[in-house]
């Protein structure tokens, strides 16, 4: 299958003590990640792609919340918050089938939930803008984590194992694609994360929104009541 054509060179120079805090915030995350997963990145993918689906929903949340208050409209960044935990919480659905995470591994992603959770609140509430930057550079570090397991795929020291049903059905990937057609997918997801969230916080900062990396075609998922209905 084909990806969509994605630059893995994107990235955001901080410009202000805001982006600074929040590129160095990442950069010690991404330290953490290298240290305790090293080359594990099925296993990393699980515990990231936990955390990775907070910033989404805490930000759908206070944004609905704001516009309450404000009696004001959201510009559409409610539902395309919530679609992006949407969309990491299937990244982790699908990894859990691959990793096969152990029972310390499973404590981790909830002590990581908990501490990135409550953190990612209070700093969104304090500046939404560094908030979404924060995101945007974790999305950075995503693609390149993602580059980097297809490397360790092509080169053969991680095996490409046939993809999960729950990626076949999600993506809509051809039957008999592989674990390599889902990271390309992912990371192509990674990449469309990262230019939304960078785009959101410069618009904060009265900035250009600037290129959107396309997002791959994926089943919306709809509640139930639609079907009850």
């Not at 410009?15 to 600074?20: E, Y």
């Not at 960044?77 to 089938?97: C, G, P, S, V, Y």
């Not at 500046?127 to 795929?153: D, Q």
Request: hydrophobic share 45%.
């Amino acid at each position: 299958m084909t990806s969509p054509a994605i630059d893995l060179t994107v990235h955001h120079k901080p410009a202000g003590a805001s982006d600074r805090v929040a590129y160095g915030f990442v950069k010690l995350l991404r330290f953490f990640a290298d240290t305790f997963f090293a080359k594990r990145y099925g296993h990393r993918a699980v515990v990231l792609e936990t955390v990775a689906a907070v910033p989404g929903m805490v930000g759908a949340t206070l944004n609905h919340l704001k516009c309450l208050r404000r009696m004001e409209d959201d510009r559409g960044w409610i539902k395309t918050l919530m679609d992006e935990a949407e969309n990491e919480r299937m990244h982790l659905m699908t990894f859990i089938q691959v990793a096969k995470p152990t029972m310390f591994e499973r404590f981790v992603v909830v002590a990581a939930q908990w501490v990135f959770y409550l953190f990612f609140f209070g700093l969104y509430l304090v500046s939404s803008r560094t908030a979404h930057r924060v995101v945007g550079y974790f999305e950075e570090e995503a693609v390149i984590s993602y580059t980097h397991y297809l490397a360790e795929i092509d080169e053969g020291r991680s095996e490409n194992v046939a993809a999960p049903r729950i990626a076949l059905d999600y993506w809509n990937l051809p039957a008999g694609a592989t674990l390599r057609d889902v990271v390309e997918v992912v990371r192509a997801d990674e990449a469309h994360h990262r230019d939304v969230n960078h785009g959101f916080a410069n618009e904060l900062r009265g900035l250009p929104h600037g290129q959107i990396a396309p997002c791959p075609p994926h089943v919306v998922l709809e509640p139930n009541w639609k079907t009850a209905a």
